[in-house]
């Protein structure tokens, strides 16, 4: 409890900003969630809404709030990691003060770990507030059907993962530049970036394959990776081919041919049935590098003189 009071008093104003933020995102959240839920408890009465069958349930009356939620609690998850984890070296060096601390700490990676556990605790604990809040909402949205991949990396776990990621990234950034304005600047960019490393590197986690007919992507919940066509016989053609044969096809059958005269659409990707092996195999891979930023993040604070 030590470290924690030490934390508040050295960043008081970042952790109430951080705490207003989640806070106030995962009480909005949470409010839509319960509003969405309520309309379906009429289901099964004689006085059912349209709601309990549609699998777009809420996309006319929540749709405009729940994208811009889930919008905000997307950028707070990068926001509040960003506010903890950049002042911890920053603030000491441009207040001169590091000078004194680390050399009574003993060791400055001794200082480093006392300053840092807190900050990763609390900012967990505010990101985890609105991932569970996020969870929730997202689940409320589609309550018909699986969410797989939908809305993946601002909800759950995903959120965690890359909350820690992100504030052991900053610190590193702050120690490695100790300026809390350039620091702040380059760390955005870096979240930015991790992001959308995440994002492109999604699909390699598990192979890929051919997914279902009617796997439903349209909500986001199968990861798609890949399209081609395949001819009435099975074999895989190009899209030019594939125009050519539904033009000939409508030009001489008329607007509703039989299907089997069609190339048939055949999509690649990952099933959401698998979303939870590749949520522990992403979460397993961002441990590990939360790690070794960590212990550079120690290297560069050893090796850094406190000006």
Known sequence: ????????????????????????????????????????????????????????????????????????????????????????????????????????AGSRVKWLAWRVAPMLIIGLVLVGTMAFAAEQLSQAYFPHNDIGFSNHGARGISMLTRAALVLVAALAVGALIGRLLPA??????????????????LPLWVESAELPQGEPSYIGATLNTGHEYRAADGTPIGDEDAEAIFQTVYEEHGPEPDPSLLPVDVFFGVAESRYPEVLVRESAAIGAATVLVGALAAIIVRRRRPE
């Open 1 to 104: 409890m030590g470290a924690i009071r030490i934390a508040w008093k050295l960043q008081r104003s970042e952790i109430v900003f951080a705490a207003l933020l989640c806070f106030g995102l995962a009480a909005a959240a949470l409010w839509l969630t319960a509003d969405m839920r309520a309309v379906l408890t009429e289901c099964g009465t004689p006085t059912a809404p349209e709601a309990c069958d549609l699998i777009f349930a809420f996309q006319n009356t929540h749709g405009s709030a729940v994208g811009t939620i889930q919008a905000a609690i997307g950028f707070a998850q990068y926001a509040v990691p960003l506010v903890l984890g950049i002042p911890i070296v920053t603030r000491e060096i441009e207040q001169r003060t590091a000078m004194i601390a680390w050399p009574l």
């Open 184 to 201: 702040l600047l380059v760390g955005i960019a870096l979240a930015v970036g991790v992001s959308a490393a995440l994002g492109t590197a």
